[in-house]
């Protein structure tokens, strides 16, 4: 028989909301346990009690399987589950069957980069991968124009001010031979601000000419070809939650928070 768990993790499992979302239905009063308003925090065991959203009761037998999958993003699609503007998003790569399962981006990766995005219907795993106690380590390959000196480079690895924040220092290094038109780097970054490594360019003095992120944690877009998505290992979610919680007993002491983002459709 299943254990009482929290409201908001029990709705992210059923694929309902994000747990943050989850926890605004219940502030808004729009969860209810056995015909009582549900609040933050409270406990509920699915197999037993009657939980609604909206009036509408949730069924164990209708908990989805759980999906977890690693996609190459094309440049030009957008990492939402609908665009107001008409532009094509990442769930239109998928097939009809995982059309309404609740799959929803891990994050997001804006319109004209490319690279490796997490999809999910887990609302828990996307928590555990996307608020900013737990730092999942994305690497990136950037070009940008012209030639960086050194000393630029170390200012990027230590952290810039970037509108008020101080960024968290990162791993940044040249791979290969630059030109003088262009640079090509290694970005390793421990959080995701809006547009962070093209901000933090610019601040710099360089353009990003392209953003192409290669990996989240131990997991590598490797020879995946654009457009197209895997579903994930066993041992690949296992190592993912393993470093989230990692970072987030040790990184997260050392640095402050920033903004996380999470994903609900």
């Known amino acids: 028989m299943t254990e009482t768990e929290r409201l908001q993790k029990i709705l992210s499992q059923y694929g309902i909301a994000s747990r943050r979302k989850a926890e605004q ?7 209810a346990v056995n015909g009582e308003v549900a609040h933050l925090g409270q406990k509920a065991n699915p197999d037993s009690d009657r939980i609604t959203v909206d009036n509408q009761p949730l069924r164990p037998d209708q908990r989805p399987q759980g999906h977890y999958l690693l996609l190459h993003k094309p440049l030009g699609m957008v990492s939402t589950c609908a665009d107001p503007d008409g532009r094509p998003t990442v769930l239109d790569i998928l097939p009809t069957a995982l059309q309404p399962v609740g799959i929803h981006p ?13 999809l999910t219907n887990d609302g828990d795993f996307t928590y555990r991968l996307t608020h900013p106690k737990h730092d999942v380590a994305k690497t990136y390959q950037v070009r940008i124009e ?18 008020g924040y101080q960024t968290r220092p990162a791993q940044v290094r040249r791979l290969g031979s630059s030109s003088p038109e262009s640079t090509l ?28 992120r ?9 020879i995946l070809k654009s457009g197209a998505y895997r579903s994930l290992s066993s041992s690949e979610i296992k190592a993912l939650l393993a470093e989230s919680e990692a970072k987030s007993a040790t990184f997260h002491n050392r640095f402050p928070a920033s903004t996380g983002v999470s994903q609900s459709c």
Do not use: K
């Open 185 to 212: 780097l290694e970005v390793v970054l421990w959080e995701g601000r809006n547009r962070q490594i093209r901000r933090v360019a610019e601040a710099l003095g360089h353009r990003v000419i392209s953003l192409h």
């Open 146 to 163: 012209g030639q960086i000196a050194n000393q630029t480079l170390d200012l990027w690895r230590q952290g810039i001010d970037l509108d």
């Open 214 to 222: 290669t990996a989240i944690g131990p997991v590598s877009v490797g």
């Open 106 to 118: 891990v994050g997001r990766l804006d319109a004209y980069s490319s690279g490796a995005l997490l």
């Open 25 to 31: 239905l219940i502030e808004a009063g729009r969860v």
